[in-house]
């Protein structure tokens, strides 16, 4: 008998673990290939197989098996399958786990293309990510909210009808940690029907279940200070908040018995604000700006520091008092406009004419002014914080859009070329040894070290800390002739106080300056209590 008449007359003995048997490698295979073929087609022939196989496929047909009958079915049928070797001399077959073997590994490894219900496949468990973005801010924690709660409670207590806007002040420092001068601003927010008074009920639903809490200081100022439906800040918008700091902080007191100052010294904060921190000069201050810039330290310093000159940021008298006095200087007429003759005496004739061309032309910026030719008092302030500090970003970009004459984003050689022309006849006029434009154009490229020497770009000054003396170079020439000569006492100056900006110097030094001339036009007049308005300074 052969070995395939052996298999055949076995089978009849075939057992379910055979069903399980190790892979066949692909040479066994090769070397016999109608073995596999034949072993299959006698065991489909066999009645238990072949009844096995149709119950199957009528319940394929069907629909889905349940998991657990298949399950079972399927155990029963398997059992019933007659064995291929005689009882008990079947080898052992090696143990398995339903994790390791090949044959379940690739079951699991997806569903079948016909949808069988044959396998079974387990989803992974679905990872839960946490929220992490609130639009309002991460909601308080109980806790926390509850304490909140308990001081609001102390604060109304006692005050059923609500609180008046000269008890709110306490509110506004103590509970939402704000400057005391956003009281007025908070209030008028939460009494949207303007009943004088803010209860308990309206400063919960405001501040608490309105999610004010949540927020951080600049989101809060900016939602109490813009107007509804507006996605930004105005000047506008600031103005309530400076009426009340001039009210209320004790280093402006002075000044509440001369109201026009009053409003001269809110409107050059606002400017000065709107400068350094409104860098797309649209003057709408977007809640970004508001939050990448300083503002939020300098009113809380403000809010804190009882001497408002030591708050230099911003909200300092005396740079308000140099700004004034300057404009005040070259305002001959006193019609609160200036044109070129008057700008070209700033800093003792300091500028080029063609420098304060191209300020007129409103390239580096557009007059707020609606007098042609005229210069009003916030243009100045922007062109005073820009020509006394050429170190910051702002200044950076005001005087590059002068230089850069065909505006297509660098200056050239030419461009430079151009605006030092009038500062090297001016050296000759004044009887000055020249510096020629090829030495200054090295001198320039080794400052600047730009990425091509051929031509600078606003990034390249913006790297380098030497770029204000470039602009002063092309032309301011009294800076540009303090600058060859390197006095050591302002180095010394600039090394003792580091954290303070060339603004901050400049504001010192004039306002020494303004003080004694003013003390010393006191003294002549013979008494400092004698002052005509219309001929002297303001102060």
């Known amino acids: 008998m052969t070995n395939m008449e052996s298999v055949a007359g076995d089978v009849a003995c075939l057992d379910a673990e055979l069903l399980q048997l190790q892979e066949l490698s692909p040479l066994a295979f090769k070397s016999n290939p109608d073995f596999g073929q034949k072993l299959f087609d006698q065991w489909l022939s066999l009645p238990e ?54 044959r379940v590994m690739k079951q699991r490894a997806g569903p079948s293309n016909l949808g069988s219900p044959l396998k079974v496949v387990s989803e992974p468990a679905k990872e839960l990510i946490p929220q992490f973005y609130f639009q309002n801010g991460r909601p308080l924690p109980n806790e926390l909210k509850e304490q909140c709660l308990f001081r609001i409670n102390q604060f109304f207590y006692g005050h059923s009808d609500g609180l008046q806007i000269q008890e709110f002040k306490l509110v506004t420092k103590e509970i939402c940690k704000l400057p005391s001068f956003f009281s007025t601003a908070l209030f008028r927010k939460i009494d949207v029907n303007n009943m004088g ?240 434009f090829e030495d200054i154009l090295c001198q320039i490229i080794d400052m600047i070290g730009p990425e091509n020497q051929s031509y600078i770009t606003l990034r390249d000054l913006k790297g380098c800390k030497l770029s204000g003396s470039v602009f002063n170079i092309l032309f301011n020439l009294n800076k540009f002739m303090a600058f060859e000569t390197r006095d050591p006492f302002l180095i010394r100056q600039e090394r003792e106080n580091p954290t303070l900006t060339e603004w901050d110097r400049f504001a010192h030094r004039e306002y020494i300056r303004l003080s004694m001339e003013e003390d010393v036009e006191d003294a002549s007049n013979g008494s400092a209590e004698v002052w005509d308005e219309s001929l002297e300074a303001p102060f």
């Open 197 to 436: 008074l803010v209860t308990r009920d309206a400063f919960v639903d405001y501040w608490v279940n309105g999610s004010m809490l949540t927020m951080d200081t600049a989101t809060q100022i900016f939602s109490i200070l813009n107007q509804p439906d507006l996605k930004y800040l105005t000047q506008e918008d600031f103005k309530p908040v400076l009426r009340e700091l001039l009210a209320t902080h004790p280093g402006l007191e002075f000044l509440q018995s001369t109201p026009e100052f009053q409003e001269r010294y809110a409107e050059t904060v606002i400017y000065r604000i709107f400068y350094y921190i409104n860098r797309f000069g649209n003057g709408h201050l977007s809640l970004r700006e508001l939050k990448r810039g300083n503002l939020i330290d300098a009113m809380q310093h403000a809010d804190e520091e009882e001497d408002i000159n030591k708050v230099l940021r911003y909200f300092s008298y005396e740079h308000f008092y140099v700004i004034y006095c300057k404009f005040w200087e070259l305002d001959t007429d006193h019609d609160f406009l200036i044109d070129k003759e008057n700008l070209i005496r700033y800093g003792n004739h300091a500028l080029t004419y063609r420098i304060v061309d191209r300020i007129f032309s409103q390239v580096p910026r557009k007059f707020t002014s609606k007098v042609e030719g005229k210069m009003g008092y916030e243009d100045f302030v922007y062109f005073i914080l820009s020509e006394e500090d050429k170190s910051s970003e702002p200044s950076l970009e005001y005087w590059f859009k002068c230089i850069d004459l065909d505006g297509n984003g660098v200056i050239t050689r030419n461009e430079m070329q151009f605006f030092y022309e009038e500062q090297l006849h001016r050296m000759e006029c004044m009887a000055q040894e020249p510096v020629l």
């Open 49 to 102: 197989a072949n009844k096995l196989v149709t119950s199957l496929l009528n319940d394929a047909k069907a629909g889905p098996l349940n998991v657990s009958a298949n399950s079972s079915s399927s155990n029963a049928a398997t059992n019933s399958l007659p064995s291929l070797f005689p009882a008990g001399s079947a080898p052992p077959l090696s143990p398995r786990s339903t994790s390791g073997s090949p």
